[in-house]
Structures are given as structure tokens and as C-alpha cells.
């Protein structure tokens, strides 16, 4: 009887010598590793800035035309949130106005521009609207309007840069406009309704107070995306010398030896609005749990619906992906590009050529390597990240605030200035990376982790903790909960994550540009290195490589993680 | 062996907030200890520092006469031996019922057959057997609580925890289920804490009940007892001894209203210049004005209100000492009286609670001195 009973009890004795200490410190390195991947290099970089009394500073006020650059980059951001949010907004609005039916198909196609690289997209536009060969302007002079050999429209210019910038970003404003209101569900509008409120009073009353947090929370997004734009500017701004902070920064930063100092000091100003948006986004909103933790079983009940309620959206959509993707294959098929489809001279001797060139193959094998690299380190990471934020009673309260605030300031740096930020610290020594795929991941591991953090934070809000503390409570340790009950539970979490990292990793250009050397491209940079040396249909051929592998992975991560994944991409 | 012993619990939340203060409380093997109070009493923070979830800041844990919490000792959930039913179920959605049921075995390492077993014999238990192979989001709420109580009992823990499990089911489905708990608790004799707000559920299900506020133990008593005895005007309210007087003395005698009305409390000794005369709906009876009390029995002439028919029982409102409103229970049609007539309303001295001091404690015996 006492042999019994003291085995047991020495089991539950070692068990109970792991108090909450450790298990603390465990926490505290998870902090301590993502400050290093993401905090680190900023510090290191805007130290520079400071060296030599500051005089960094004196050399990017002397820098010819700074004002201009300055200029520039405020006006593309401005232009930007002026055109998606207001867009965004009432795209999804509408989309709530379609038949049930029509609903169902349409509402996730706004999401789809996200899924087309931004830099095959910019080509694409200069291939539907350069003054001279392209398709839109060719054919709008076949209608009369505008005259000689130009025009009338002109891609290659501030309002080209600006309208395309929105355009795209539109649809993350859509993102967030649209779960909010599908959340909220019409119940609470018909609840206003009952009350007596007029149609204009529920939407000034109810409506849009609701949609407050989404709105704001997309306009500082919006604001600091465009302000960090960087493919727009750098191939449609090129021909008209039309530079912002960040080409300013990438110029920079291909200069040898780099003058590290004069970036960090053009990246302070950008990296203090991002802070200050922050911040600001912080003060409005206040908890985000309040707004994340809504139910989404909500019903749109007695809303009064209409076919042409889609047509707006078909038009955004004809605008944003079908004309684009057009343009590419068009010039992707044909010898030369002259600004004219001759469909008798089709050829797929540009895919030919361009699987052949061993620097594709190089740059496609890079890619895939650096994407599995980078969810197989930044999913888990995220996954640990998320689970701190929630265990409130757990984990040390300055550990969660600090892994909160860098996930956060990460989301809001420009990438370009992530990008200098690397590649300062891991090609100078003691890493001296430059040109490895190791130092590509690490970046891309940086870079993503915020993104890997958030639809698996959304989860586990949806699940709540009663389901783990149900297995705990049932005998099963954290390990057999986490694999039998965690994993299961979010597993559309994890397969929004995998396939937002495999968008984003893919999409990704500015960090790419910096970090990857001549030798070894990543496939976005080979397509910047076609439009400088290349031919259109090789850039073309790029660009829909870049949508195809994009796609491969969206489907791979939905197969993995469910096909209700695609609502929460 | 399975009681449970808890010494001078803290648990706060922030410095402002004190969940749990310093709360002892010794719960006997095979008793089913019920915790009631409204909300932000503490009850269920006590249920989760007793099931390893919240960590206290102080005191001593002990199941089984096993420590499992106390000093530098902290004994993690899932080595506590305990089971634990939701109020929101918490049944995993990607699990079938039989795998719901099955898995604190699987957790132990017991093999497929023998848990499978094990988990149809406790959804048997349970009259849930039929439902196997289903999963949680296509079975009906009762079901689902009764699948949760299947998985709870099914690896026969030390002790049972429950937290408010019927709060999200509808009235005849929870009297259903509070008969089956008292089943099961009669039949595998499990030692059990149980989490809740509704009174009915307390008194039904508990061999003792205890009456949470703040953090610390208001009165802990079986049911009987603590329905005719409550100790402090506080319990007495949250079991729904609604009917308040608040009586003041003048010269001699205890009024109340405005104008006074007076009460005659024969033979009180009472510390205080003001006390606080609490009545069950059901000891008030109603009689024509004018009538006569007797010894123990006081009289105070009101107004009816309003009568709210209740199919069983009606309930009478009386408006008495202008203002004070008394709510009188009693089997449909028992009186003639409607809203607008002139009634007395009667009590018996013997069934008067009254509450004195700054906390409202029981003065006893009110009639009994008589």
C-alpha cells in the first residue's frame, strides 16, 4: 500500500518542481528572439545615423531635390488612402446589398488583386497604359480620342503612380471593411430599424460607428503601405525621374561601399510615422480583443438586395486583375512588343526561352527553398507569438506587451526599410550573409512574422480556452493538448498563415531587391532585372511565373488547412 | 480518499481586485459542495484555482489529502485527476462524441478497446449511447451538456468539478439534466464542487451549499438550514426572500413608511435603532382589512397593486406603509382579491428573518422569545 502509493506521488512531486519560472524564462526567450529578428537591425541602423555627429543628416538635407523626394512619397500615400478607403468601403458595403446567391461567389473575389504580385502588376499597367505601345491607349486612339502617337493617358507619371497604389491597396481596406460588417451580421441595423430609425439614421447611427475600428484600422495600413511603396515609384517612376523615400533608399543602398548612414537617416521619418500611427491606432481603437471576439455566426437578415449591386465590383475587378493578367499574357505570347495584339504571331518561344535561361531555374529553386525555409521557422514562431498574447494569466505581462508591440511595430515598417535595415546587419560582420539563401530566409522570417502571428491569434480568439483546458483537465499534458486539441482547433489558422506568408514571401520585392545578390535571385528580383535587361515578353512570362507559383501555394495551404481557409485569407 | 481542503485561499486579479480572500473551506469525501453567489463573487476563480487553471497567489490546495497547491508545489491540470463540466460544454468539434468521451482515458494511455468500452458505458450512463459516432455541432444543446457530463465522469476522477453547466440550457431541460446529476452523483458517489447562480439548482443539487461575496464564505450550510436560517440579509436576498421591511424604533415601538406604520415585534431585544424585517413570498397570507393578528401574528393593512397569474401559483402585490411593496405567493385563486382592494396582510412571527448591524446579520430568535 505505501510502495503504491509513493511512485505516484514522486511522479506529481517532479512535475510540481517546474513552477512558473521557468516556464517565464521560456516566454521571455520567445521575446528575446523576436526582438532580435525585427528590433535589432532597426536599432543598429538608425544608430548609424547618429555617427559622426549626425552628419548623415546634413548630407541627406544638401541631397539635391530631397524636398521633391519628400514631397513625393506624402503625396502617394495621401492619394492612396483617398482612393482605397473610401473605394474599399463601399465595395464591401455593396457586397452585402447582392442577392444571397451572387454573395457567396463574389464576396472573396475583391481579396483576389492581393494574389497578383504587386510588381507583375505595376508591369502589367505599363504594358496597358505607356503613352506610346500601350494597349489601352492604343486602342483609345483607334476611337479618336487623343492625338499623334501618344496618350491620351500616361502610366508613367505621379497620378499613374498614385491611382495604381490605391487601386491595389484597395482591397486590403475591402479585408477589413468587409469581415466587420459580416461579422456584425444585420441584426444590429435591424434593431435600429425597429426602433424606429430611418434608413439614413441606422447608417449614420449604427452603421458606421461599427464600422469605426475597421475603417481606422485600414486607413493606418493604407497610409503606411503607400508611404513604404516601393515597385510603383521604382518602374513607373524611373522614366520621369519621379524618386520617394524608398527608391531613394534602394538607390542608396546599390551604391558601393553603401552609405548606410545617409539611409538610416532617410528611413527616420518613415520609421517615426509608422510609430506614430501606431500609436494613434492604438489610442482609437483601444483593446482589440473588444472587436476580434465578436461572434461570426451573425445573420444578414431583411436587407434589401440588388443585381447591380455587383456592378461596381465587376468593374473594380475587370480594373485590378482581368485587364492586368490580359496584358501579361498577351505579351507574353508574342515575339515583340509593339502595342498591338497580332494573335497570328503568337509564339511560346518567350515561355521557352525564359525556362530554358538556367537563372530562372536558379531563381524558381532560390524561391521555393526560401519559402519552405521561412514557414517551416515563421509558423511555429507565430504560433508560440499568438499563444503568449492570449495566456493573460500565464505569461509575464511585460513579456506579452513587448511581443504585442513588436508584432505590431513590424507590421508598420516600411519593407524597404526592413530591408536596408538586414542588410546592414546581416552582410556586414559578424554574419556577412550577403548572397546566401540563409540570408534571404532570415529576412523573410523577419518580415513575416507578424503576418504568421495574426490568423492564428484570430483562431484561437474564435476557439476560445475552454477547449484546451478541457483536454488539460482530462489528464493530457500541454504537449498531447497542443497536437490533439490546439493544432486541430486553428488548423485554418495555420493554413491562412502558411498561404499568407507564401503571398506575401512571394510578392515581396524591396527586401528581396536588397538582400539577394546578382547570383542568386529570388523570382521577384529576376523580373526587376528583365524590365531593366530584358524584353517584354520576358518580363511578362516572369510575372505570370510569380502568379502561377502564388496560386500553387494558395491551394496547397487551403488543401492543408481546409477550405474555409479561403474566407479568413 | 478524495475530500477536498482549501486553506486561506487568495487569488486577486491586478492590486484592485481580490477574487478569492482568504478562504478556508474542508469539503468531505462523496459531498457535493455547491458555490453560489451572483457574479464577481469568486465562485467560479475559486473552481478554476481548484482545477489548476488560475494560479493563487496564496494558500493551500490539498485533494485527496494530496497537495496540490500550497508553498512552492503546484501540481499542473492535467495531473490533478479531476473532471470538469463547461458551461459552454467546451465537446471538441473536430472529435466525434465517442472520441470526446474516450479521450481522458486516451490522455492516460489506456488501449482503443478498453476506452471505447469505458465510453459507451458512460454515455449509457448518460442515455447519450445512440450518439457515438456524431459530432458535438450535430447534436442538440441538452445533448451536448450530457456528452460533456459522460466525459467528465468517464475516467472516475477523485472529484468532479462543474461550472454553471446548465446556465446555457432552457428551463425544462435543466430540471431534467439536475435530476441526472443528483443520479449520478447518488450512484458513483464522486466528491463534487458545483458552480452556479440559481438557487433552485443549490438547494437541489447540494449537500451543503455555500454562499459566496467578495471572495469569502457568507454562510456555508446544507440547504435546509441555510432556506430557514439564512445569516445575513445578503443570503437571504440572493436565495429570493425578496419581501423587505426596514423598520426603524420610535420611542418603544418598530414603524416603517410614511406615514408610520407600526409592527409589533413583542419581546425583542435588539441592538440596534434600525433592523431590517425580511418575509418569504410564501409565509404572507392576505385577509380582509380589519382583521384581527394574534399573539404571534402580525397584521399591516396595504393595497393590491397588481396580480400576476403564474398558472400554478399567482403572486399578489401589496403596496403597505406607502411605499414599501410585499409579494405574496400562493396556489392560483387562493384569494379573491384584486388589484385596487384593501387587504391585511398577515405573517406569523415565527417565520420573520430580521437583520440588524452594519452587515445585516440574524437576530435570532425572533419569535421563539415570545
Known amino acids: ?569 | 480518499m478524495s475530500e477536498v481542503n482549501i486553506e486561506n485561499l487568495t487569488k486577486g486579479f491586478g492590486p484592485a481586485v481580490r477574487a478569492i480572500d482568504e478562504l478556508t473551506l474542508d469539503i468531505a469525501e462523496g459531498e457535493l459542495v455547491v458555490l453560489l453567489g451572483p457574479s464577481g463573487c469568486g465562485k467560479t476563480t475559486l473552481l478554476r484555482c481548484l482545477a489548476g487553471l488560475e494560479r493563487p497567489d496564496s494558500g493551500r490546495i490539498a485533494i485527496g489529502g494530496e497537495e496540490v497547491f500550497g508553498g512552492r508545489r503546484e501540481i499542473p491540470t492535467h495531473r490533478r485527476g479531476i473532471g470538469l463540466v463547461f458551461q459552454n460544454y467546451a465537446l471538441w468539434p473536430h472529435m466525434t462524441v465517442a472520441q470526446n468521451v474516450a479521450y481522458p482515458l486516451r490522455a492516460k494511455g489506456v488501449s482503443r478497446r478498453a476506452r471505447e468500452a469505458a465510453a459507451r458505458e458512460a454515455l449509457a450512463l448518460v442515455e447519450c449511447e445512440t450518439l457515438v459516432d456524431r459530432l458535438p455541432a450535430a447534436i442538440s444543446g441538452g445533448q451536448q451538456q450530457r456528452v460533456a457530463l459522460a466525459r467528465a465522469i468517464v475516467a472516475r476522477p477523485r472529484l468532479i468539478l462543474f461550472d454553471e453547466p446548465l446556465s446555457n440550457l432552457d428551463y425544462r431541460l435543466r430540471g431534467q439534466l439536475r435530476q441526472e446529476i443528483r443520479d449520478l452523483h447518488r450512484t458513483l458517489g464522486f466528491t463534487g464542487v458545483y458552480v452556479t447562480h440559481d438557487q433552485t439548482e443549490a438547494m437541489q443539487l447540494g449537500s451543503r451549499v455555500v454562499v459566496l461575496r467578495e471572495g469569502r464564505i457568507e454562510q456555508l450550510a446544507p440547504p435546509q438550514e441555510l432556506f430557514d436560517r439564512p445569516a445575513t440579509s445578503y443570503v437571504a436576498r440572493f436565495l429570493g426572500i425578496g419581501n423587505a421591511i426596514a423598520l426603524s424604533r420610535s420611542d418603544d415601538r418598530w414603524v416603517f413608511g410614511d406615514p408610520a406604520v407600526e409592527i409589533d415585534l413583542p419581546h425583542v431585544p435588539l441592538p440596534a435603532d434600525s433592523c431590517e424585517l425580511l418575509l418569504r413570498a410564501v409565509d404572507l397570507t392576505l385577509a380582509p382589512p380589519g382583521s384581527e393578528g394574534g399573539a404571534d401574528r402580525v397584521v399591516v393593512e396595504g393595497t393590491v397593486r397588481d396580480v400576476l397569474f403564474g398558472g400554478d401559483v399567482s403572486e399578489w402585490i401589496v403596496e403597505v406603509g406607502g411605499g414599501t411593496v410585499l409579494t405574496a405567493t400562493a396556489a392560483a385563486r387562493t384569494w379573491p382579491y384584486a388589484a385596487g382592494d384593501r387587504v391585511a396582510v398577515q405573517f406569523e412571527l415565527d417565520d420573520a428573518l430580521l437583520y440588524a448591524g452594519p452587515d445585516g446579520r440574524l437576530v435570532e430568535p425572533v419569535g421563539a422569545a415570545a
Open chain 1, 1 to 569: 500500500m505505501t510502495a503504491t502509493a509513493s511512485a505516484p506521488q514522486r511522479v506529481t512531486l517532479a512535475a510540481a518542481r517546474r513552477p512558473a519560472r521557468r516556464r517565464g524564462l521560456a516566454w521571455v526567450s520567445l521575446a528575446l528572439v523576436m526582438a532580435v529578428l525585427i528590433i535589432w537591425p532597426l536599432v543598429r541602423l538608425e544608430l548609424r545615423a547618429f555617427d559622426n555627429g549626425g552628419d548623415a543628416f546634413t548630407r541627406m538635407v544638401t541631397y539635391p531635390g530631397i524636398g521633391r523626394v519628400f514631397l513625393n512619397t506624402l503625396i502617394v500615400a495621401v492619394g492612396s488612402v483617398l482612393i482605397a478607403v473610401p473605394l474599399g468601403t463601399v465595395l464591401a458595403w455593396l457586397t452585402l446589398r447582392m442577392p444571397p446567391a451572387l454573395r457567396r461567389v463574389m464576396a472573396i473575389l475583391p481579396i483576389v488583386p492581393l494574389m497578383l504580385p504587386a510588381v507583375a502588376k505595376v508591369a502589367a499597367w505599363t504594358y496597358l497604359l505607356s503613352p506610346r505601345t500601350g494597349l489601352l491607349n492604343t486602342l483609345l486612339r483607334s476611337w479618336g480620342l487623343g492625338s499623334g502617337a501618344t496618350g491620351p493617358l500616361d502610366v508613367f507619371t505621379m497620378t499613374g503612380i498614385v491611382v495604381i497604389s490605391g487601386v491595389t491597396l484597395t482591397s486590403f481596406v475591402y479585408l477589413f471593411v468587409h469581415s466587420s460588417l459580416e461579422q456584425r451580421g444585420a441584426e444590429l441595423e435591424a434593431a435600429a430599424a425597429a426602433c424606429g430609425a430611418r434608413p439614413w439614421t441606422v447608417f449614420t447611427t449604427v452603421t458606421l460607428p461599427l464600422l469605426k475600428p475597421a475603417v481606422i484600422y485600414s486607413t493606418g495600413i493604407v497610409f503606411l503601405l503607400s508611404l513604404g511603396q516601393f515597385s510603383a515609384p521604382l518602374l513607373l517612376g524611373a522614366p520621369k525621374n519621379i524618386d520617394t523615400i524608398s527608391t531613394l533608399m534602394y538607390r542608396v543602398s546599390g551604391d558601393y561601399p553603401v552609405d548606410y548612414a545617409l539611409g538610416a537617416a532617410l528611413a527616420l521619418p518613415l520609421l517615426v510615422i509608422g510609430l506614430l500611427v501606431v500609436v494613434a491606432q492604438r489610442r482609437a481603437l483601444g483593446d482589440e480583443r473588444r472587436y476580434a471576439a465578436v461572434s461570426g455566426r451573425a445573420r444578414q437578415v431583411g436587407v434589401r438586395t440588388s443585381w447591380w449591386a455587383a456592378v461596381p465590383l465587376v468593374i473594380y475587378l475587370l480594373v485590378a486583375v482581368v485587364l492586368p493578367l490580359l496584358a501579361l499574357v498577351v505579351v507574353s505570347l508574342s515575339p515583340y512588343w509593339s502595342g498591338r495584339i497580332t494573335p497570328s504571331r503568337f509564339t511560346f518561344d518567350g515561355w521557352a526561352t525564359a525556362f530554358a535561361d538556367p537563372s530562372t531555374q536558379q531563381a524558381i529553386s532560390t524561391t521555393a527553398q526560401a519559402v519552405g525555409f521561412t514557414i517551416v521557422l515563421v509558423v511555429p514562431l507565430g504560433y508560440l507569438a499568438a499563444l503568449a498574447l492570449l495566456q493573460r494569466t500565464r505569461v509575464p505581462a511585460p513579456v506579452r506587451r513587448v511581443i504585442d508591440l513588436i508584432s505590431s511595430l513590424a507590421l508598420s515598417m516600411p519593407s524597404v526599410l526592413m530591408g536596408f535595415a538586414l542588410l546592414l546587419t546581416y552582410s556586414t560582420p559578424p554574419f556577412r550573409l550577403y548572397g546566401t539563401t540563409a540570408m534571404v530566409v532570415v529576412a523573410y522570417v523577419s518580415l513575416m512574422l507578424p503576418h504568421a502571428i495574426r490568423p492564428q491569434l484570430t483562431s484561437m480568439l474564435a476557439t476560445g480556452p475552454e477547449y484546451s483546458e478541457a483536454s488539460r483537465v482530462a489528464g493530457a499534458g500541454p504537449l498531447a493538448t497542443t497536437w490533439r486539441v490546439g493544432f486541430p482547433l486553428i488548423r485554418s489558422g495555420i493554413g491562412v498563415a502558411v498561404s499568407l506568408v507564401v503571398i506575401m514571401v512571394i510578392h515581396e520585392f524591396a527586401v528581396s531587391l536588397m538582400v539577394t545578390s546578382p547570383g542568386r535571385r529570388v523570382i521577384g528580383t529576376l523580373l526587376y532585372d528583365a524590365t531593366n535587361f530584358g524584353t517584354a515578353p520576358q518580363v511578362a512570362v516572369i510575372a505570370l511565373l510569380m502568379v502561377a507559383i502564388t496560386t500553387v501555394g494558395i491551394v496547397a495551404a487551403l488543401v492543408a488547412g481546409g477550405a474555409r481557409a479561403l474566407d479568413r485569407v
